[in-house]
């Protein structure tokens, strides 16, 4: 038998004890699953690290500040002594490499946590029959796939490099540590974050747009409840911006002490096909969310309007159509519920997101052509 209500509570005023939700209870599970990173630092060691220290740090975390704190800083001091050429000395900016590749890790796990809120959010799991594909979004093949390009790439360098004898007789140890150890950890670390990213603007808007998931027509803010996705898409992209920024930073900032270290025609056309490549994937996000909720729309309202114009008498004739009285509550319903339908926009649908999507999509380049001219 359902309680009756207290003597505080006026009768009629809605209680957030009767639908079971206490004030303390949390709306969104925690996301505590290991990345692809974290289960290969698993396997060299950083797990057992991680468990004997205290807060339950991701081992993925351990792995790359470690790394970085501690090879950056001694192979640097070997090619000072060494005589071998110090990129941070040649080129201070380059700095940011390191703190973007660490950052990157970080931004990986902050990303992937905030789509397990999302899908909390959206109620994925009782809007379809299906909610796996939608919630493990980043399929175990995808980083595989990444760092496998991303040695190839490294190995069709040194090769073009002349191979490592060439690299050390060039550049010195220090040099052939860098691509033949350094690289491939790097890409490592920056293979986490771009498997995550590629999930949620690519793989995620796909598998919505593919599944039986729907509108949620009913949403009080009329984005048909896609907006935790559609600002998620919006803030995985502003990651690329600042990594992008950063990139320009380091090969176009003013602080250069070595001609060397400057950038070539290589340099910004592997910079111009880098933003292009983040450019599109935002816009095939935008995009299929956009279609996504455009389909639904139009199909829901034809089904209300072929459920009301078989209600209705002479349904074609506006001068002549008319309403039973039997049905008259029915039709005002139907057309109720065509006004909320319609009332949903689709994503994105205001000039803030559309400003904001621009803004952050001409930045880099811009800041890029700013440098180039310095």
Same mark, same amino acid.
């Given at each position: 038998?359902?309680?009756?209500? &207290?003597? &505080? ?21 925690? *996301? ?30 351990? *792995? ?11 192979? +640097?001091?070997?090619?000072? %002594? ?8 040649? +080129? ?10 660490? #950052? ?59 191979? *490592? ?8 140890? =220090?040099?052939?540590?860098?691509? #033949? ?65 950063? %990139? ?8 250069? @002490?070595?001609? !060397? ?76 519920? =065509?006004?909320?339908? @319609? ?7 205001? *000039?803030?997101?559309? !400003?904001?999507?621009?803004? @952050? ?14």
């Amino acid at each position: 038998m359902r309680d009756q209500p &207290s003597e &505080s509570t006026p009768v009629g005023v809605f209680d957030a004890t009767d639908t079971g939700i206490t004030a303390d209870q949390p709306l969104v599970e925690p *996301f505590d699953e290991d990345l692809w990173l974290d289960r290969l630092a698993r396997r060299v060691g950083f797990g057992g690290l991680s468990r004997r220290l205290p807060g339950d740090i991701p081992p993925s975390y351990l *792995f790359a500040v470690i790394l970085v704190g501690t090879i950056v800083p001694t192979v +640097n001091i070997y090619a000072y %002594f060494a005589g071998d050429p110090v990129v941070y000395i040649e +080129n201070p900016l380059f700095v940011l490499q390191p703190l973007c590749l660490v #950052g990157g890790v970080f931004g990986a796990r902050s990303l992937r946590r905030r789509y397990h809120r999302v899908t909390q959010e959206m109620k994925i799991e009782e809007r379809t029959d299906d909610p796996g594909p939608l919630i493990d979004v980043v399929p175990t093949w995808l980083p595989w796939l990444l760092f496998g390009a991303a040695l190839l790439q490294i190995s069709a360098r040194v090769w073009a490099l002349g191979g *490592f004898s060439a690299i050390y007789r060039d550049g010195g140890l =220090t040099m052939v540590v860098g691509w #033949g150890i350094l690289n491939p950890l790097w890409s490592a670390l920056a293979v986490q974050f771009v498997a995550v990213y590629l999930a949620i603007e690519i793989i995620a808007p796909w598998r919505l747009y593919r599944s039986d998931i729907g509108v949620d027509f009913l949403d009080p803010e009329g984005l048909g409840g896609l907006r935790p996705i559609g600002e998620l898409v919006k803030h995985a992209y502003y990651y690329m911006v600042a990594g992008l920024i950063a %990139f320009a930073l380091v090969v176009y900032g003013p602080i250069v @002490s070595a001609a !060397s270290w400057g950038p070539t025609a290589t340099t910004s056309i592997v910079f111009t096909v880098i933003w292009l490549g983040t450019v599109a994937t935002v816009a095939f996000a935008v995009f299929i969310l956009h279609q996504f909720m455009r389909e639904e729309k139009r199909r829901e309202l034809h089904r209300l309007d072929h459920v009301l114009r078989e209600t209705i008498d002479n349904p074609w004739d506006i001068k002549h159509y008319d309403v039973n009285e039997e049905t008259r509550a029915l039709v005002d319903e139907l057309r109720r519920r =065509t006004e909320t339908v @319609s009332a949903t926009r689709e994503y994105p649908a205001t *000039f803030s997101i559309w !400003s904001q999507l621009l803004i @952050s999509i001409v930045l880099p380049k811009a800041v890029q052509l700013v440098l180039a001219r310095i």
